[in-house]
């Protein structure tokens, strides 16, 4: 089926040490994003890709990045993860929005199941 | 960015119909309201989606009312295994032409035997 696939599912790292997430999917979709969620809370967008174009949240650390270098694989890289970083790391995907009232809508997201991070 | 207000939480038995409200104020004109369930250790999964009036599908019925300032997602004859935490969500559109939401609190149902 197609879905969206994140690698791995559990992550740890050590304090400081560059963390890789990776996320493919198999919806041509054009649109991916990485949400961060922490227990108990929603989840917060760090940055999305429409296409190779990079929109980055205002309030996303430097400290997160992100690589998309084809449709299907996007990372979310974390240059010196701190305590604070622990958290469920999800992906989704959508088509580009598309104005249109009264119809099914082509945004959509579908999130992949995770990657929890842990950070000692 | 239109926020949402959703009740924090909810309790409701088997086989009963659960209603729960969210609060956008603030919504506008091109934005759609969705609703996510979130299972514990998993990603979001969508529900439905609608801009006005009434929405149903397979799992679940959408209300809309005519100045969109709140919206009702209507689950009938919940099971245990509806137990999760049900997202409101309205998006906005960026300078990229893409379709992005903020999400809320969340409501957590929980479904009693």
């Given at each position: 089926d197609a879905m969206v696939i994140q690698n791995p599912r559990y992550q740890v790292t050590q304090f400081g040490k560059p963390v890789t997430l990776s996320c493919s999917q198999?919806?041509?979709?054009?649109v991916m994003y990485w949400y961060q969620q922490k227990s108990s809370q929603a989840p917060k967008l760090l940055f999305h890709y429409y296409d190779k174009d990079f929109n980055n949240e205002?309030?996303?650390?430097?400290?997160f990045q992100s690589r998309r270098p084809n449709t299907s694989f996007c990372f979310l890289d974390i240059r010196s993860p701190g305590l604070g970083d622990a958290a469920m790391y999800l992906c989704a995907t959508s088509r580009p929005w598309t104005s249109g009232r009264d119809t099914a809508s082509t945004d959509t997201q579908y999130f992949g199941p995770g990657t929890r991070l842990t950070v000692l | 960015l239109a926020k949402t207000t959703q009740p924090i939480s909810m309790d409701s038995y088997e086989g009963q119909e659960v209603n729960i409200t969210c609060s956008h104020?603030?919504?506008?004109?091109?934005d759609y309201i969705t609703w996510y369930q979130q299972f514990p250790s998993q990603g979001p999964r969508f529900i439905i989606q609608g801009y006005k009036t009434k929405v149903t599908n397979e799992v679940a019925s959408l209300f809309i009312p005519a100045d969109r300032k709140s919206s009702t997602l209507s689950l009938p004859r919940?099971?245990?295994?509806?137990t999760a935490v049900y997202y409101c969500l309205v998006g906005d559109i960026c300078a990229s032409g893409t379709y992005k939401y903020i999400f809320g609190t969340g409501t957590r149902l929980k479904v009693l035997a």
């Open positions: 198999t919806l041509n979709h054009n205002a309030d996303t650390p430097d400290n | 104020n603030n919504i506008a004109t091109n919940v099971s245990l295994s509806d």
